[in-house]
């Protein structure tokens, strides 16, 4: 049998709401101290919560924040059944982490339905099975191999700047024959070339 949780500081509402639960076969736990709220839920264990939003002391939407940090209502459904109509309600219900908001006056057959949703909605959270985690890809192992130590630089050694060869001085060929300069003779007058007489006869002294 589900178990539901009542929160509202209303008797009257907290009565109609207790009676319609456990006509249709739900089995009801009702309080009107939003304070005593959790500790109920730690010693009845519900199965869903329905909650008033406007009551003193702790409000809704600030007792449901505290439900979803303690460990024996995080997970339950909580269902806001208010008269609170103002144009935040949808904001500050998902911000207070609530499944959904039922309006003041609430008749049976939408209490009952809105009771079934949550709870089947929770509970299929549950059943579903996380994703598949994926899949890793094994990463080839490559040898590392040692860096290669590089060489020592040479010393530079610098070249000694080439010098023009000195080639020694031309030594001046000497004849071992001194040239003979030519002479002009000029013929002596003391000899005189005798002339031919044509008659053959010798000159006279």
């Known amino acids: 049998m589900t178990r539901v949780l009542v929160v509202d500081d ?6 109609l709401l207790r009676t319609i639960l456990e006509i249709s076969g739900y089995e009801a736990f009702t309080t009107l101290n939003s304070v005593d709220a959790i500790t109920l839920a730690e010693v009845e264990h519900p199965d869903l919560i329905l909650l008033d939003i406007m009551m003193p002391l702790l409000d809704g939407f600030t007792l449901c924040k505290m439900m979803r940090l303690h460990p024996a209502t995080v997970n339950l ?6 008269a609170y109509s103002a144009l935040d309600l949808e904001d500050r219900r998902k911000e207070a982490g609530a499944d959904m908001v039922l309006p003041k006056p609430i008749g049976m057959d939408m209490l009952i339905e809105a009771v079934e949703h949550a709870t089947s909605a929770r509970t299929a959270l549950k059943v579903a099975p996380p994703p598949p985690a994926p899949v890793a890809t094994p990463t080839p192992i490559v040898e590392s191999k040692p860096a290669a130590t590089p060489e020592p630089a040479k010393p530079v050694v610098p070249q000694p700047t080439s010098q023009p060869t000195l080639q020694p001085p031309a030594t001046p060929t000497v004849s071992a024959t001194p040239p003979i300069p030519s002479v002009e003779m000029k013929p002596d007058s003391a000899s005189t070339t005798p002339q031919s007489n044509p008659n053959g006869s010798q000159p006279t002294k």
């Open 10 to 15: 209303e008797i009257d509402t907290l009565n």
């Open 77 to 82: 459904p909580i269902v806001f059944v208010t």
